[in-house]
């Protein structure tokens, strides 16, 4: 194999994973603080974190979410599958402007933030829905695995209104 076609390959591979990140919803959060729930011996405590989110297609929503995170030695190298308990809170944090799509109900269910919490095949995601009889948003954060799911959920409305700083 020449180097020119290995090149090519992975500048194909970078552009295709450059594309994913760009369209994929917000997939990280910014972590707040935490707090220590579990003292282990060896490795990171067990803790509660918390973490922020605004909404990719909604400016002025923020969603800030509570979730455990396993400590210990597996944890500490990210190979300890996280419980899946969280909680969720949204608030409107400027002026917000609904597009289209989610007001006529075509985004219903669409996951604006997803975390792994085990090395395979579990992951927490909040997605969003839109109740236009209330005008709200509705934001619910749950639990998911490959082969069976969790009926852990947590969700938080909000209202949308006029905004006055």
Known sequence: MNHDHVNNRMG??????????????????????SVNTKF?????NDKIVVEAFDDPLVPGATCHLSRAKTGGVSGS??????????????RQTGPISLPNAIKSGKLDGQEVFK?????????????????AKRNTLIYLSYSDKLVDGSPKNSISTVPVMSWRP
């Open 40 to 44: 282990k011996l060896v490795g990171a």
């Open 77 to 90: 190298f990210g190979l300890a599958e996280d419980t899946s308990d969280a909680s969720i809170s949204c």
């Open 115 to 131: 975390k792994s919490t085990s090395i395979l095949f579990k992951s927490l995601q909040v997605v969003r829905f839109y109740d």
């Open 12 to 33: 194909v591979t970078a552009v295709l994973l450059a594309a994913m990140l760009m369209l994929s919803p917000s997939l990280h959060a910014e972590e707040i603080g």
